[in-house]
């Protein structure tokens, strides 16, 4: 019984360090679970042939803001000069199967991955337009948005807000009236983002 213990103890020993001398995996793995997420479109209806004539979305992680970031010091160093994903985990989303005009900018029916961009001196932001082929064939994630190239930009407009929204928020909205003139709205924490945006219905 005792050599049987013993043994037991001497091929335990000898397996420990074999795993300790193990390598260290290469790839790895996260996520899985939901994560909180948003969605906000445009929808247009023709109702003389009863359907649809067009829509816009915009698809974001919401992360949650961060009393640091009210440091002006510690926001510029997060934003000068760089591209900021405008969400969390996986891309934020435009889908859009009507041409646009943002600010001004012509933006082609089609998808892509959108982010923010700041000047080097802080003055200018920029809605920033990335290719997702590009990224897929890269396999890049939105944590690396700095690796990713800008294809277009189009400016926007950045104040301080009056209140603190504490997850992001992009709202979509339009005069009853005049629907095709939408304004984008993103809200998070201090920071209030807008532009203006031209939709043209295809007949």
Same mark, same amino acid.
């Given at each position: 019984? &005792? ?11 000898? %397996?420990? +360090?074999?795993?300790? =001398? =193990? *390598? @260290? ?8 679970? *939901?994560?909180? #997420? %948003?969605?906000? #479109?445009?929808?247009?209806?023709? /109702? ?6 067009? =829509? ?6 919401? *992360? ?9 010091? &510690?926001?510029?160093?997060? /934003?000068?000069?760089?591209?900021? #994903? ?8 435009? !889908? ?24 080097? !001196?802080?003055? =200018? ?6 290719? +997702?082929? @590009? ?17 277009? $930009?189009? +400016? ?9 929204? $504490? @997850? ?6 339009? +005069?009853?009236?005049?629907? /095709? @003139? ?13 532009? *203006? ?7």
């Amino acid at each position: 019984m &005792k050599m049987r213990y013993l043994l037991l103890l001497v091929m335990v020993a000898l %397996a420990l +360090p074999g795993r300790a =001398q =193990q *390598p @260290k995996r290469e790839i790895v793995a996260e996520g899985g679970k *939901p994560d909180d #997420r %948003a969605s906000t #479109r445009v929808l247009y209806w023709d /109702t003389k042939r009863d359907g649809s004539a067009g =829509q816009l979305a915009i698809d974001y992680g919401r *992360p949650v803001w961060k009393k640091d970031y009210e440091d002006p010091a &510690k926001f510029d160093a997060m /934003t000068k000069g760089k591209v900021w #994903r405008m969400g969390s985990n996986f891309w934020t989303l435009l !889908d859009t199967s009507l041409p646009l005009k943002i600010s001004g900018k012509a933006v082609p029916a089609g998808y892509y991955f959108v982010a923010l961009r700041r000047s080097a !001196d802080g003055a =200018q932001w920029s809605l920033a337009f990335i290719d +997702p082929a @590009k990224v897929r064939a890269t396999r890049l994630d939105g944590f690396e948005i700095q690796k990713a190239k800008v294809e277009f $930009e189009a +400016p926007v407009k950045v104040a301080k807000a009056s209140t603190i929204t $504490e @997850k992001l928020t992009i709202t979509l909205s339009y +005069p009853e009236d005049t629907p /095709t @003139k939408v304004a984008m709205k993103v809200a998070w924490g201090n920071l209030l983002v807008t532009a *203006p945006i031209e939709v043209t219905l295809v007949k």
